[in-house]
Structures are given as structure tokens and as C-alpha cells.
């Protein structure tokens, strides 16, 4: 009995921790745990704090549709890695700030043509990387193909499937590109294409979030139905957040583009 004692010790202190508390390890079980009794001091802790989350969730959920879950990482990390699921969904949430900041724009400046993917016979190249660009006039930008004169019609069928509204003009290895007049068709272009880019955010977002419950799944016979439980809830509930950041950007640049 002293040993059981022994044992459960460390689990208040334990059960406090239940914040994202990302890297951190439970404590080892003592020396003299007795492992057949508890099932290791890890793996009763764990249960324990897995199943009284669960308790407390659906017991704030009566009468609710939805209820927070807050899994300590650290508890479930030999099953999934949360905070990569984390970094991942906020990594797609990046790469369509970078494509509002960087593409839909009212006005198009030489930047925005800089990453435009070019398909060449060698591979897929940025722009820049084949062709100088540089603004001759606020109604005109040019690409200097010279360097890469094999790539010139490349380059313009790039810019001009860009989805930025562009129409160049191929002159030997120059390629023109008129810059659209500010009209309110042109805004509500621009905010089609940003309607675009979200929808094609949320397809990677939802990917993320297949990816990790698929990953969950698999210990599906290792571990108990609340703990799967738990997990799907919690993925689920990070991949809804990291939507609704993505629609408050979206409307804040549609807001942005139509005036």
C-alpha cells in the first residue's frame, strides 16, 4: 500500500498542468513503482487527466454545441505531435497572408510579378530568376528576357495565367505588361481571386487536419475511445480556429480591394 501511495504522489501537481504546456514531459515513476499493479505511473496519470477532461467537457457541454478542449501535449505526444499540427495549420495561414500582400493588390507593382512560377523545358523558375522587371511607367512594366530568350514565351503565358488580371505583350525578348486601370471591375476581380486563394487555403487546412486524425486513428486499438475522442475534437477545434483567422483576413481584404 505504501508503494501505491509511493506511486500516486506526483499526480497532483500533475493534474494542475492541464495548458498547452508544448515540450514538456510527465515526471518518471518512481523507483520500487509497481508497474503490473498501476500500469507505470505515466500511463495512469495520463488516463486519469485524459478522462477527467473528457468528464468535465461533456459536463459543460450539456445544453451546449460546442465544448473547449485543452489536451496537454505533452500527455498524448507518443501518439501525435500537436504543436506541429499547430505549426502546420498556421503555416497555411501564412502562405495566404503572403499571397494577399504579395498578388492582390489594387495596384500592381513590378513585386507582384517576382514569384510568378515560369514552366521552362529545365523546370519550374520564378520570374525574377529569368527575366529583369522593372515599372517604365505607372501604366507599364517591362520584362527583360534577354539572359533567357528561350523562355519568352514561357514567362508571358506564366503572367498571363498569374490570375492578376494581366495581359502582356510579347516584343522579340521583351515582354510588355500593361498595368490595369483602377476600375471597379478590376477590384471585384481582385476580390474573386482573394475569395479564391482562401478556398484553396482551407482545401491545404483541411489536409492538415485529415492528415492528423489519420495519425490518431492508428492507436485507435493502443488507447481508450475518450482519449481518440479527445484528440479528434481537439484537431478539429484547432483546424475551425485557423478557418475563422482565415475568413477574418479574407475580409479584411476584400474590404481593402472593393474600397
Not at 475569395?195 to 486499438?221: C, D, G, M, P, W
Not at 475534437?233 to 477574418?248: N, R, S
Request: aromatic share 2%; with cysteine; net charge positive.
Amino acid at each position: 500500500m505504501a508503494l501505491v501511495l509511493r506511486c500516486l504522489r506526483p499526480l497532483p501537481s500533475l493534474l494542475q498542468r492541464s495548458s498547452f504546456a508544448m515540450g514538456r514531459g510527465l515526471p518518471q515513476a518512481p523507483r520500487g513503482c509497481p508497474a503490473l499493479l498501476l500500469e507505470g505511473c505515466r500511463q495512469c496519470a495520463q488516463q486519469m487527466l485524459l478522462s477527467r477532461q473528457l468528464a468535465t467537457k461533456k459536463a459543460k457541454g450539456k445544453g451546449q454545441s460546442q465544448a473547449k478542449v485543452n489536451i496537454s501535449a505533452a500527455l498524448v505526444e507518443d501518439i501525435i505531435n500537436l504543436e506541429q499540427t499547430n505549426e502546420d495549420m498556421q503555416a497555411v495561414i501564412e502562405a495566404l497572408k503572403e499571397e494577399f500582400n504579395r498578388n492582390l493588390n489594387v495596384r500592381t507593382s513590378p513585386g507582384a510579378l517576382d514569384h510568378i512560377t515560369v514552366m521552362t523545358k529545365d523546370g519550374k523558375f520564378p520570374l525574377n530568376q529569368l527575366g529583369q522587371i522593372s515599372q517604365k511607367s505607372p501604366q507599364l512594366m517591362i520584362v527583360n528576357m534577354t539572359s533567357f530568350p528561350e523562355s519568352t514565351a514561357a514567362a508571358a503565358k506564366a503572367i498571363r495565367e498569374s490570375g492578376m488580371n494581366l495581359s502582356p505583350e510579347v516584343d522579340g525578348t521583351v515582354i510588355r505588361v500593361p498595368v490595369p486601370k483602377v476600375t471597379r471591375e478590376h477590384r471585384e476581380s481582385l476580390a474573386k481571386l482573394a475569395k479564391q486563394s482562401t478556398n484553396k487555403s482551407k482545401e491545404a487546412l483541411r489536409k492538415v487536419r485529415s492528415k492528423s486524425i489519420t495519425q490518431v486513428k492508428k492507436f485507435k486499438n493502443k488507447v481508450s475511445e475518450d482519449t481518440i475522442w479527445l484528440l479528434e475534437k481537439q484537431i478539429q477545434q484547432m483546424a475551425d480556429e485557423a478557418a475563422t483567422e482565415m475568413d477574418k483576413l479574407l475580409a479584411v481584404k476584400t474590404k481593402e480591394l472593393l474600397g
